[in-house]
């Protein structure tokens, strides 16, 4: 059996509860387990480096050492938590003098940040852990070639210098996992060019028409492209992208409760009650019906 | 080593014509080692002599080919065919670094880019040097040279040096400025080279502009408007990795008191106070915190996030288990 | 005839370290000063040097620095003029770092030297190995601090030249974004516009080196000097000819042949790998003609730095770690990589006294016209340039030259500096409109050929055939076949046609205008060559391998007398003459 060390992140336990209920329930049909890390600390979300960034390091080393005790590798469903704990990772195991530094801080508290657990986004887990031919089988209702655009945002794969091991070497300019995961659940996947856009969640706060404006340009592109449904890995990108969609837009979800449709999941066990920009029976009538025998 | 095949779809346009833009479509060779500037020339000495680029040293010293190809900016005299072909595929289409500024087939107007980093005063300003004064000056001491009548050349230690971190070694090509998404939505924002000019200069013990650092840290056109997508680091060919420069002169700013106050340094430090408190974040008593009075500008979506179970009211939620372990380790980092 | 006449004190032509700091100059004597520039300031050739400046800076003085200058000169330097130069260093790098330049340094703080070819003592200061970019950004940076008027993407056509007075008062030029002509009337003109590379197919050259300035030259019936002495730089990566600095040999590096021996202990046992270009370069040319080559063509040498280990190669070299991966897919860490001689300097050009002022084929002063950088010939370098003295030469006398022409504009206007509008006008001609003709004439030629054939295939040729006769080894049949090849070329180019009829950025036109300058200037490298019976520095002739001190330790001067060549020989400018042999020990 697969097991991983989740570390869940802030948004999930909060406003994106759909992330995790999504993440259980895909990973239960595909026999992963999923132990999730309630000690950990928030990444710093890349706000706490902007004051602090031997702070942040030092909380991120801390959680590295909840999965070295667990023996194994850390696995993140959030693009910036991802990023901020690849370079973490980075700086730790190829900075002697930090890391000694950082050591020293932790042992006051008996921790040490041994490197032994990477740090892995569920996707890549499944593109790398699991066959996509695994996936495949899982499927009980094909999505009967929907289109469906991904969207990446930015941290999942960058800085591709650091995270290209652990993203199969992803090209940040053309990615494409997204849209293999689309193809193997039966969808179209839709080509449009700012699916690795920003999506400008981290200034949102103080820059809420940059956000605006990226919003509708991805959403938009996508729509222009055939897209019916637009889907997304990062719970920033997912929160930014409901909270700045146009009034008419396609439903945007996670790909995580993509796949749980498409397993012939049921509906409350993705979450799908909390997206706001989903409307069940809109969605339901883009998707075909899954027979009572193959309901899960 | 035999050729490859390769379709390029190349950018045309002149603005003395002011029709709207074509592209010409060309299927070539080449071969292991060809850079694309390699398959341009070709194609202007050989094919259509008026394709129009600009282009110097031919080793990505210079600074003068940026462009794009499947909208990602490189330097064509230093971008193998070969590497854009396993990238993007067989099919390339070539772009100049901004559309909306192109003057002539690849060549754009870099009016505002240069303009931008002159506004961030890009020379040194000497700071005056006393062997025995304290502050920036003690990091470098000077040393008489032999017979008197030789110049002073101060002392400067590598520790120095290091700290400016290969920010002196951008070529001003405009990749990452082309790359990054604020500058066409927000025309005032410096933009990632112009920001790590600036980086430069603060680091550099030998300067002694004043307001440096305040100018990068004013809001609208400084360090605060960057959306953090690394667009810029991705694409700086001199790999001088322009995001962590910006996020050093955050860190700077915020310390030196001189940010802009209001929302954006409430926004930060809001977030220290929560881990703090929790070890977890929770976005709605932050945003509270940030934006005051503002939160009601978010009355509408707060109404429908509370509809679909996402609003999180309580401040102490969600906690971390091992949430006095940080509050423990913050505080000893501080 | 379309034409915008304007006024200016001082015009410089280029923008690089040469053409910039004489800029400085002349702003800061409150001259109206505008600099005219093909490519923006940063994009010059200055900032594609890697390896290092020269400056006896923790020396006892500076006669080593003298000697070691003279005598990679081949002695064919002039004396004062490498005097100036040496003594003048320590305070150009005092100067920079005192503006900015980050220099590498030791760990007692102090810059930091790297020992450099044919140099007795480290004394070369460096930044890594991108040198030229560190001193380019840093004087560029002072001259928008000091608000220099820079015309970027303005090409130079044509001096305003009267032969009858002897003297220039302006330039023609063109603003490629609309292909507008000018006419700047100025008191002085400086053409700082660098070296002529472009006529070699394998160089190190930027495509901007085109020798612009040379072409507009001759084309007025003035003089080049010492044109035959082209450098070839050892070491450019085999493909492309991009230089793989002499930094990399100051390190450490072996030059191998096929056989992987250190050929270069065979040619110069004392200094291997350090001797000086002009002999490196006839070594591995040599190794390579008989049949030691490596490479797939058999067309290169091995450059092998594998033992100076990683963080040698990641911390000072690694541009050229860099370059050779992507450009040449050679990793230098655990491979050795293929290199081969390339053009890279040109020791040649303008004639000019010790403070930029040129001289014509005479030796009397063209009064308003100034040179310097590579494009001039002081001469500093003669028959061979030591590496690091050309970022050096550039700075020193740019300054020289701004300084000389802000004196004589304010001396003879008994200007005191108030910063007021231009006076040219007061002593220099007035420019007309008629003075654009000949520009004009040269651009619509380029419209009325009668072939349909373009120039490209044209300057292949002339690229090709300036390699195989005018590069490293010379002969007499081969430099008579070039002129002959030469002349067919020149023919056929004024029946070719521009097929670009656009005024915005027409970049056809353009480099078939550059391609004009070329075809005299290779002119003037193939006679001269042919001229001098004799080997010395970078002129190697098969036919005559031994110096010629008699006859031949002059300076060569070139030009056109109703489109003849004439060749006239200057004595090399000795103050101790006497103490020629006594310097080379």
């Given at each position: 059996m697969n097991r991983y060390a989740l570390y869940p992140g802030c948004n999930p336990q909060m406003a994106e509860p759909e992330l995790l209920k999504a993440t259980y329930a895909v990973a239960e049909v595909l026999g992963i387990e999923l132990i999730k890390l309630d000690r950990v600390s928030c990444?710093?979300?890349?706000?706490l480096q902007d004051r602090n960034a031997f702070q942040s390091l030092l909380l991120n080393a801390r959680n590295f050492t909840f999965a070295e005790r667990l023996q194994m590798d850390l696995v993140t469903i959030c693009n910036t938590c991802q990023y901020i704990l690849a370079e973490a990772y980075h700086t730790l195991t190829t900075d002697t003098y930090t890391r000694k530094q950082i050591n020293t801080r932790l042992e006051g508290e008996n921790l040490t940040f041994q490197g032994t657990s990477r740090p892995r986004n569920f996707l890549y887990v499944l593109r790398e852990d699991i066959d996509r031919t695994a996936v495949r089988q899982q499927v009980?209702?094909?999505?009967?070639g929907l289109k469906i655009a991904p969207f990446y945002g930015?941290?999942?794969?960058?800085?591709s210098m650091i995270q290209a091991v652990y993203t199969?070497?992803?090209?940040?300019?053309n990615p494409g996992s997204l849209e293999d995961l689309i193809s193997d659940l039966g969808g179209d996947p839709v080509d449009y060019?700012?699916?690795?856009?920003?999506?400008?969640?981290?200034?949102s706060l103080y820059n809420p028409r940059t956000s605006h404006d990226l919003v509708h340009q991805i959403i938009g592109q996508a729509r222009e492209n055939g897209a019916r449904v637009l889907i997304t890995p990062c719970p920033l990108c997912h929160a930014n992208l409901e909270a700045f969609a146009p009034g008419k837009s396609i439903p945007i979800l996670y790909y995580q409760q993509l796949m749980g449709l498409a397993f012939g999941l049921p509906w409350k066990s993705l979450g799908l009650?909390?997206?706001?920009?989903?409307?069940k029976r809109e969605l339901l009538d883009l998707l075909p019906v899954v027979p009572e025998f193959l309901r899960r | 080593m035999a050729p490859d095949s390769v379709r390029l779809n190349i950018f045309r346009y002149d603005a003395f014509r002011g029709e709207s833009h074509s592209y010409d479509c060309y299927d070539l060779t080449y071969h292991q080692n060809d850079q694309l500037l390699d398959v341009l020339e070709m194609i202007k000495t050989e094919?259509?002599?008026?394709?129009s680029y600009r282009r110097s040293c031919?080793?990505?010293?210079?600074?003068?080919c940026a462009m794009k190809v499947n909208g990602k900016p490189v330097l064509a005299c230093s971008t193998p065919v070969r590497d854009l072909v396993r990238e993007f595929g067989p099919k390339l289409t070539v772009d100049p670094l901004d559309q909306s500024r192109v003057v002539r087939d690849l060549i754009c107007d870099m009016d505002m880019f240069w303009e931008k980093y002159t506004r961030s005063a890009p020379f040194l300003e000497p700071v005056t040097v006393?062997?025995?004064?304290?502050?920036?000056?003690?990091?470098v001491s000077a040393e008489p040279l032999d017979d008197g009548k030789t110049p002073l050349i101060p002392l400067i230690f590598s520790g120095s040096t290091n700290a400016?971190?290969?920010?002196?070694?951008?070529?001003?090509?405009?990749a990452c400025y082309a790359a990054c998404p604020v500058v066409p939505l927000q025309p005032d924002f410096l933009g990632p080279a112009a920001i790590t000019r600036s980086y430069r200069f603060i680091k550099d013990v030998r300067d002694a502009h004043p307001g440096r650092l305040a100018a990068v840290g004013e809001?609208?056109?400084?360090?605060?408007?960057?959306?953090?997508?690394l667009k810029c680091t991705e694409v700086c060919p001199k790999q001088i990795d322009p995001f962590s420069k910006l996020s050093r002169l955050h860190q700077e700013v915020l310390r030196s008191g001189s940010?802009?106050?209001?929302i954006r340094a409430r926004h930060t430090s809001g977030f220290q106070l929560n881990l703090l408190l929790n070890g977890l974040l929770n976005e709605f008593p932050l945003a509270v915190f940030a934006m005051r009075f503002r939160m009601i500008t978010m009355l509408r979506r707060g109404i429908r996030m509370f509809l679909h179970g996402?609003?999180?009211?309580?401040?102490?939620?969600?906690?971390?288990?091992g949430y006095r372990q940080i509050r423990r380790l913050m505080r000893r980092s501080r | 005839m379309n034409v915008a006449i304007e006024k200016s004190d001082v015009v410089i032509v280029g923008a690089g370290l040469a053409g910039t700091s004489a800029a400085l100059q002349c702003r800061r004597a409150q001259l109206k000063t505008v600099v005219l520039t093909k490519?923006?300031?940063?994009?010059?050739?200055?900032?594609?040097?890697?390896g290092g400046i020269n400056a006896?800076?923790?020396?006892?003085?500076?006669s080593a620095h003298r000697n070691d200058t003279i005598k990679g000169s081949d002695y064919l330097a002039d004396r004062d003029a490498v005097e100036t130069l040496c003594c003048t260093a320590p305070e150009i790098i005092a100067d920079l770092d005192m503006h900015g330049a980050v220099f590498s340094r030791t760990s007692e703080g102090k810059i930091a030297q790297r020992p450099f070819g044919a140099?007795?003592?480290?004394?070369t200061c460096y930044a890594k190995d991108r040198t030229g970019l560190v001193c380019l950004q840093t004087v560029y940076e002072q001259a928008v601090r000091e608000g220099v008027d820079f015309r970027c993407e303005w090409y130079v056509l044509d001096l305003l030249y009267d032969p009858l007075e002897g003297r220039v008062y302006g330039v023609t030029a063109m603003d490629?974004?609309?292909s507008r002509i000018h006419l700047i009337q100025a008191e002085a003109v400086l053409f700082a516009?660098?070296?002529?590379?472009?006529?070699?197919?394998?160089?190190?050259?930027?495509?901007?080196?085109?020798g612009d300035a040379l072409g507009i030259i001759l084309r007025n019936g003035l003089a080049l000097e010492d044109m035959e002495f082209v450098q070839f730089h050892p070491?450019?990566?085999?493909?492309?000819?991009i230089l793989i600095s002499e930094a990399a040999r100051g390190e450490g590096a072996y030059l191998l042949n096929s056989s992987g021996e250190r050929f270069m202990l065979g040619y110069d046992?004392?200094?291997?790998?350090?001797?000086?270009r002009d002999i490196v370069s006839r070594a591995c040319e040599t190794e390579i003609r008989e049949g030691r080559g490596v490479g797939p063509r058999k067309d290169a040498v091995y450059l092998d730095?594998?033992?100076?280990?990683a963080r040698i190669i990641k911390e000072r070299l690694p541009e050229l770690y860099s370059m050779a991966m992507t450009l040449?897919?050679?990793?230098?860490l655990d491979q050795p990589i293929r290199v081969a001689p390339t053009t890279h300097?040109?020791?040649?050009?303008i004639p000019t006294d010790l403070h930029g002022q040129v001289r014509d084929h005479r030796g009397s002063p063209v009064y308003g016209l100034f040179a310097a950088g590579?494009?001039?010939?002081?001469?500093?370098?003669?028959?061979n340039r030591l590496g690091g003295n050309s970022l050096l030469e550039a700075i020193v006398f740019g300054r020289r030259a701004g300084r000389r022409i802000a004196s004589i504009l304010t001396e003879a206007a008994g200007h005191?500096?108030?910063?007021?509008?231009?006076?040219?006008g007061s002593r220099t001609r007035e420019a007309t409109e008629d003075d654009a003709s000949p520009a004009f004439r040269r651009i619509s030629n380029f419209y009325s050929?009668?072939?349909?054939?373009?120039f490209y295939p044209l300057r292949k040729q002339l690229q090709q055939l300036m390699t195989a006769e005018a590069g490293i080894f010379r002969s007499r049949e081969g430099l008579e076949d070039a002129r002959r090849r030469l002349h067919g070329i020149a023919g056929q180019l004024h029946r070719t046609k521009v097929k670009d009829t656009s005024p915005c950025f027409n970049t056809e036109l353009q480099e078939a205008l550059e391609f004009e300058n070329m075809v005299l200037y290779a002119a003037a490298i193939i006679e001269s060559g042919l001229h001098r019976r004799e080997s010395r520095g970078a002129h190697s002739r098969t036919d005559f391998p031994r110096h010629d001190d008699e006859n031949y330790l002059a300076h060569t001067f070139f030009h056109f007398e109703e489109s003849e060549p004439v060749l006239d020989y200057h004595p090399v400018?000795?103050?101790?003459?006497?103490?020629e042999k006594k310097i080379g020990t």
């Open positions: 990444c710093g979300g890349a706000h009980r209702r094909p999505l009967r930015c941290h999942l794969y960058s800085p199969d070497n992803e090209s940040p300019w060019p700012s699916r690795n856009q920003c999506c400008g969640f981290h200034s009650q909390h997206n706001m920009s989903v409307r | 094919i259509d002599h008026s394709l031919r080793h990505g010293i210079c600074g003068s006393q062997a025995s004064s304290p502050g920036p000056a003690a990091a400016i971190d290969d920010a002196d070694h951008c070529i001003m090509c405009g809001a609208g056109s400084g360090v605060w408007e960057c959306i953090k997508c940010s802009p106050g209001g996402k609003l999180v009211i309580n401040p102490l939620r969600p906690r971390s288990r | 490519v923006h300031p940063l994009r010059s050739h200055s900032g594609a040097a890697q006896a800076l923790y020396e006892r003085d500076t140099q007795g003592t480290a004394r490629l974004r609309n516009t660098g070296g002529y590379g472009r006529a070699y197919s394998r160089t190190s050259n930027a495509h901007a080196n085109t070491t450019g990566l085999a493909d492309t000819g046992p004392g200094k291997g790998e350090l001797s000086s730095l594998r033992h100076l280990g040449q897919g050679e990793n230098m300097y040109s020791m040649g050009g590579e494009c001039a010939c002081v001469s500093v370098h003669g028959a005191h500096g108030t910063g007021g509008p231009s006076r040219a050929g009668d072939q349909q054939g373009s400018r000795s103050p101790e003459s006497a103490q």
